[in-house]
Structures are given as C-alpha cells and as structure tokens.
C-alpha cells in the first residue's frame, strides 16, 4: 500500500532536549512537508522540500531543523531552541505542482514535559 | 499573501439535516481551493478541490463546494449529513503561480447527533 509514514504516533521528551519525527512516503513524490498543528489555529507550515537536497522555510520555521537526502524520507528535528514544542505535527507530500493534492501522514503527537 | 477564514468554528447538526460549512478566501490573483477533512488523532483528507473550470466542485462522501469568485468563498455543502461525517474540516487555498504552499483556514467542527 502505497503511503506516508510517521513514527512514532506519540513521543514525549524532557525540556531542552532535540527530538526528530521520522516521515517516509512510497508514493514516489517529489514534494514533502511538515506542518504543526494546535488547537484552534489550523495548520501552519514549518518546512517544506520540492525537490531532494534542498528545503525551504515555512511560517514557522524558528527552533526546528530538516534534511531531504533521500526522495522519501524528510525528518523534522525539533531542538530546544523551539519555545513551545507541545503539538500535533503533520507530515505530507504531493507529486510536485501547486495543484496537485497533498497526502497527509497520520501525525505524530509531541509533548515536552 | 493569501489567507483563509472559516467563520463558524463549530457546528452542530442533526443526523440527515444539511450542512455548510463556510470558507472566504482573500487574494488579489487566481487560486486553487481545497477542502480536507481530519478525524480525530488523524491526519488530513482531500475532500475536493477547484482548479478551474466548472464552479460546483463534487467530492467524496457527498460533499460538493461551490467557487464564488466575486464573494471570495468556497463553501462546502452536504444535502443529508451521516454521523460519521463527525469531524474537523479545513478549507485551504494555494495563489496558482507560486509554488505549492497551502494556506488553511483554522478549521471548522462538525458534530452530528442523532
């Protein structure tokens, strides 16, 4: 079956520590994204990749870091410079162009103790 | 830039009632529109999309959204609502010239009951 990956579904880490959400997609995609989600303020994008080897910022982009080395892998790391970590976070991927429809991952939940 | 708002943050309704749910959009260019849904703990679905053509866009699980260009909105409808349409939806929109960044509204709740 073809899909988007991520792991683990809940994770939970001691303030000040870094952590990296795994995302893998098999649906030969060239485009991957992360998003965060919060309750009540919809989806904001962190990073996003077009293409494999490089990435771009998104509107939230401050304390988090990413990598694209492979087609279908696109790893978040949260560091501890991240002032509020505590969220939903979405990884997606689309075949490349605007209009083509992202898939979504079923999320991994991250909260900082 | 663009930007979305959905102006009901909850809505309840009764099992085989209809239901729209409102999207208004904001953008001095040419857009694409999107409608995912998100059951709890779970990520985000397509429901339907506009890209061009006819203005009534038909979905899955008998959703349909109209493009209104001159109000800006994209609402999505349901004739005869199911409990299991119980869930978060998000209307999102993309400027048809840039790359593929996706602005979503903040989401709306449907909450159907018997």
């Known amino acids: 079956d073809g899909g988007i990956t991520q792991s683990p579904k809940y994770l939970f880490r001691k303030e000040g520590q870094n952590v990296t959400l795994s995302c893998e997609q098999n649906l030969n995609h060239d485009a991957m994204y992360w998003y965060r989600q919060d309750p009540g303020q919809g989806l904001r994008l962190i990073y996003y990749s077009q293409i494999v080897n490089d990435f771009q910022k998104g509107d939230i982009a401050e304390g988090y870091s990413v990598s694209r080395e492979k087609k279908e892998s696109f790893p978040l790391t949260v560091t501890s410079a991240q002032k509020n970590p505590t969220a939903f976070y979405l990884c997606?991927?689309?075949?490349?162009?605007?209009?083509?429809?992202?898939?979504f991952g079923p999320g991994t939940r991250l909260t900082v103790l | 830039a663009q930007s979305v708002t959905q102006l009901d943050s909850q809505v309840p309704v009764f099992e085989e009632a209809p239901v729209e749910l409102r999207c208004n959009y904001s953008?001095?260019?040419?857009?694409?529109l999107f409608w995912y849904v998100q059951y709890p703990n779970q990520g985000l679905q397509l429901l339907l999309k506009y890209l061009s053509g006819s203005t009534l866009v038909k979905g899955i699980n008998g959703f349909e959204a109209e493009f209104n260009k001159s109000q800006t909105s994209f609402h999505l409808r349901k004739p005869s609502v199911h409990i299991s349409d119980t869930a978060e939806y998000f209307c999102?929109?993309?400027?048809?010239?840039?790359?593929?960044?996706?602005?979503f509204g903040t989401g709306t709740r449907l909450q159907v009951t018997l």
């Open positions: 997606a991927s689309s075949s490349s162009g605007v209009r083509d429809t992202q898939y």
């Open positions: 999102a929109v993309t400027l048809t010239g840039t790359a593929s960044k996706l602005t």
């Open positions: 953008s001095s260019v040419s857009v694409y």
